[in-house]
């Protein structure tokens, strides 16, 4: 949620103004969802714009092309405290207007903060959290403190989420810069260095990154970096915050990700073009997958329960990964949404392993989740595709999927990427206990997953465009299977619903007829997925739904018996039942696509949502 670029420099570093460079640094981080726009730089003057709406409208009225300086900030806001109006769009100031910050999270004590600094004198303008921030800063220095200290100071006294990133022109050659929870990674350029709240704000001009850490705080300078650890939370006082001195410098890495992986190449939406990079993401994950991981399974194996904890998508790929561990590996298994499993965690402890699916690896769902299973002594493995990001620094074993980055706020790729790691770490615990003709047959088609998957898309992009012109003029729609059937169900009725706004609930379909069936009527689409033996079932809920009229989709194997009694079908290429889910979901990925666009929705920016849920 929220994007935040910070950028100083040295002169000449860019061949354009530096509000032009802060426009496009949030432009692409627009998939992290935001009401409005606002930016701040130093330059020959102070300047401070901010406005409700959409980047390229705020810039165009505020005249971000127009400024140009050596340091500045920029912001793309998602309302948490106070409506989207100008006054709550991000920088916020100080009374004197010389501090200008921005910042992503929830402050927990910020209405105690904030009537303290009012009985000082302080006047607010505006409903957020974030002022008190400046206005902090401000009365630490008329207590005599340094601009830095009293930055440091500041940071000290708050409480909760935070990414903080700050210009004070009493210290203007620094970038002032904190993390808590909330996401915060430095580029460094050759002549400019970056502060951002993802890589792809600043992937076109550098792949050198840092990952902040919680309770870091700092400043960057043109040609330098500081980074300090706070060591316990301050007061109101007048004592100084208590840091030490952190070596960041084995910390430094750099990222086979390239700036046109973050740009479009061609497609009219980021979302369309990650659909089609499945195909590389699972070979590149697959691939990866071959190193050494010995110490994970060893766990996996010695471990009596396995808990899955995520989010959205990576619910669903965490159900496929607890059916995997269940069926496969023959691990007691079960998956809980992250935000619920607080109420399953008094039963696990030191020999049990929690297994964290989060595409960003910063949600906080999930990261809470994870603090808890550690507080209870249970191991945790991280999965994810953010390299140094929050979960997998606080778990005891981490995978890393090689999804490149994702930019569209509908997950496709990491979800795809994910299946893929969680099948592989079940075959290798399964090879441990034998069954190996099974395991060698769902390796080999693993392998394949790649190329299988190019086909599927090639096959059907064409036919499910096509579908969606039909599918546009529905309201509801129901998504059944069972087995490994339903977690895909489950992931395609999403996507329905987060981009071209269906109403569309997944169910077993077995349950379909204890309630959900007395909606259906002529013409309601219900689509089936099958991915393994139960045709025979399966069957005979499609017959209930065709005797009330229902519109009948179909997903299963090449052959199948189903698709007789189906209105449209697709054909999945012969594969093992534990590989099939990750070629099912890709025509339920592209239906929800083209149907967003047949309804004349953009799929890249779907309302209220976000790519990174950073707030409970």
């Known amino acids: 949620m929220c994007g935040i670029i910070g950028i100083i420099t040295v002169p000449g570093a860019f061949n354009e103004p530096l509000g032009s460079i802060i426009k496009k640094c949030l432009k692409n981080l ?11 730089i130093l330059g020959d003057i102070f300047v401070v714009r901010k406005s409700k709406g959409k980047i390229d409208d705020v810039a165009f009225g505020l005249g971000f092309d127009k400024y140009d300086g050596f340091v500045g900030i920029g912001h793309t806001r998602w309302a948490t405290h106070g409506p989207p109006v100008d006054k709550n769009a991000h920088p916020h100031t100080d009374c004197l207007g010389r501090v200008a910050v921005v910042h992503n999270g929830v402050l927990e004590n910020y209405l105690e903060l904030k009537e303290i600094l009012r009985r000082k004198g302080h006047v607010f303008k505006s409903d957020t959290d974030t002022e008190v921030i400046p206005h902090l800063i401000e009365e630490f220095k008329k207590r005599g403190f340094q601009p830095y200290e009293a930055f440091k100071k500041a940071i000290s006294v708050l409480r909760g989420a935070y990414a903080v990133v700050v210009i004070d022109l009493d210290e203007p050659n620094k970038l002032f810069f904190a993390r808590n929870t909330s996401p915060l990674i430095i580029g460094i350029g050759e002549n400019a260095i970056f502060l951002a709240s993802d890589i792809p704000a600043f992937l076109e001009y550098t792949n050198k990154v840092i990952v902040l850490e919680d309770g870091e705080l700092g400043y960057v300078t ?7 650890k706070l060591l316990k939370p301050g007061e109101l006082d007048d004592e100084l915050a208590m840091t030490e001195i952190v070596d960041y410098k084995s910390r430094i890495k750099v990222l086979d990700w390239t700036p046109e992986m973050a740009k479009k190449g061609g497609y009219p939406h980021f979302m369309l073009k990650e659909i089609h990079e499945q195909p590389g993401a699972l070979a590149a994950t697959i691939a990866g997958l071959k190193e050494e991981i010995d110490g994970i399974v060893d766990a996996l194996l010695k471990s009596d329960k396995i808990i899955f904890v995520a989010a959205g998508t990576s619910y669903h790929a965490s159900l496929l990964g607890a059916l995997y561990m269940n069926n496969l590996a023959e691990k007691w298994s079960m998956a ?9 965690m008094s039963n696990i402890g030191e020999e049990d392993i929690v297994i964290a699916v989060s595409q960003s690896g910063e949600t906080i769902d999930t990261l809470v989740a994870v603090r808890e299973a550690k507080r209870n002594g249970a191991k945790v493995l991280a999965v994810s595709n953010i390299i140094d990001s929050a979960i997998p620094r606080e778990s ?3 995978v890393y999927t090689k999804a490149g980055p994702e930019i569209g706020v509908a997950a ?4 795809t990427t994910q299946v893929a790691v969680l099948l592989y770490l079940s075959l290798k615990v399964a090879e441990r206990i034998g069954n190996k003709r099974i395991i060698e047959e769902i390796k080999n088609d693993l392998a394949k997953v790649p190329e299988l998957a190019s086909s599927v898309l090639s096959r059907y992009e064409a036919r499910i465009k096509s579908l969606s012109r039909i599918l546009k003029k529905k309201t509801n729609a129901f998504y059944l299977g069972r087995g490994f059937g339903v977690p895909i169900a489950m992931e395609g009725a999403l996507k329905m619903k987060e981009i071209a706004y269906i109403h569309a609930e997944a169910y077993p379909a077995g349950e379909s007829k204890h309630g959900p069936i007395a909606l259906v009527e002529k013409d309601f689409p219900v689509v089936f997925t099958s991915i393994g033996e139960e045709e025979e079932l399966l069957q005979s809920n499609i017959e209930e739904m065709r005797a ?10 090449k052959g199948s018996r189903l698709f007789s009694i189906s209105d449209e079908k697709f054909e999945m290429p012969n594969a093992n039942e534990y590989v099939m889910p990750i070629l099912s979901i890709l025509p339920l990925q592209m239906l929800a696509y083209y149907t967003a666009v047949a309804r004349g929705y953009d799929p890249d920016k779907p309302r209220n949502l976000a790519k990174t849920v950073t707030v409970i």
């Open 336 to 344: 809980f949404i992250s935000s619920e499993a607080r109420w399953w």
């Open 30 to 40: 627009e998939y992290r969802g935001y009401d409005s726009v606002g930016f701040a």
């Open 548 to 557: 009330r009229g229902a519109w009948i989709i179909t997903i299963a194997r």
């Open 412 to 415: 496709t790729k990491t979800f």
């Open 396 to 398: 005891d074993f981490v």
């Open 222 to 228: 043109s040609r330098g970096i500081l980074i300090e």
